[in-house]
């Protein structure tokens, strides 16, 4: 089985400033993949980056990025020139090649103050 | 392309009543997954369908949950003899097996109170 954790319940944000949310999982397999979602409130959630475990360049979409280290299981999401669109909680989540399911963590809730 | 539909957005029900909701995923996904989502946590899964087959129960899924997806389209989820423990965000998302991506794209989700 694969366990996600996310140890920080909050962020906060000064708008246009860069703000990182940590993750960390736990896997005996190989071949996996990394997302991280985000989940307005009331609003359905929204992938927001994926990484596969094989590849060592970290992703980028835009204004977010991700810093992978394999060895050390770690995952995290920055959020560059933060929006006041950003203000949601935000999954982190794996999945084996071959699975079936995501394995969530407990999120983290990001708030922007203007 | 329309993303994956939920219906009802709201349920409420009283504990002891059947309560049954619909997912539409996005039309060429093959994957269709269920997952429950509870105040403050990230999503559980409970069961996913290839295309028409149902390949994987979770031992979330205790026996008065049911879930079809006849001829390989939408789908749905039954709680019989609903509990007040069952009360959270029923999520349904949807994937393309084969284009290599693993990622799913998830609904609105189905908020169900058990009063």
């Known amino acids: 089985a694969q366990t996600v954790t996310q140890s920080q319940p909050e962020m906060s944000v000064q708008e246009a400033e860069t703000v990182t949310l940590s993750c960390t999982y736990d896997?005996?397999?190989?071949?996996?993949?990394l997302f991280w979602y985000k989940q307005p409130p009331s609003r359905q959630m929204i992938l927001v980056i994926r990484?596969?475990?094989?590849?060592?360049q970290n992703a980028t979409e835009n204004r977010f990025s991700v810093n992978f280290q394999k060895a050390a299981k770690s995952f995290s999401l920055k959020i560059s020139d933060s929006q006041l669109g950003d203000a949601a909680m935000y999954f982190c989540?794996?999945?084996?090649?071959?699975?079936?399911?995501?394995?969530f963590g407990t999120g983290t809730r990001l708030t922007v103050i203007p | 392309d329309t993303g994956v539909s939920q219906n009802p957005r709201h349920k409420i029900t009283k504990r002891g009543q059947n309560v049954t909701f619909r997912c539409d995923p996005i039309?060429?996904?093959?994957?269709l997954y269920w997952y429950r989502q509870t105040l403050g946590q990230g999503p559980e899964f409970l069961t996913y369908?290839?295309?028409?087959?149902?390949?994987?129960k979770s031992r979330l899924l205790s026996d008065r949950f049911s879930a079809e997806r006849p001829k390989g389209s939408f789908s749905t989820l039954e709680i019989q003899r609903t509990e007040q423990g069952d009360s959270a965000m029923y999520l349904c998302?949807?994937?393309?097996?084969?284009?290599?991506?693993?990622?799913?794209?998830f609904g609105p989700g189905t908020r169900l109170t058990v009063t």
């Open positions: 989540a794996s999945t084996q090649t071959g699975a079936n399911n995501l394995f």
């Open positions: 896997t005996s397999e190989s071949d996996y993949y």
């Open positions: 990484q596969e475990a094989y590849k060592q």
């Open positions: 039309s060429e996904h093959n994957r």
């Open positions: 369908f290839q295309n028409e087959a149902q390949l994987e």
């Open positions: 998302a949807s994937s393309l097996v084969g284009s290599g991506r693993h990622e799913q794209y």
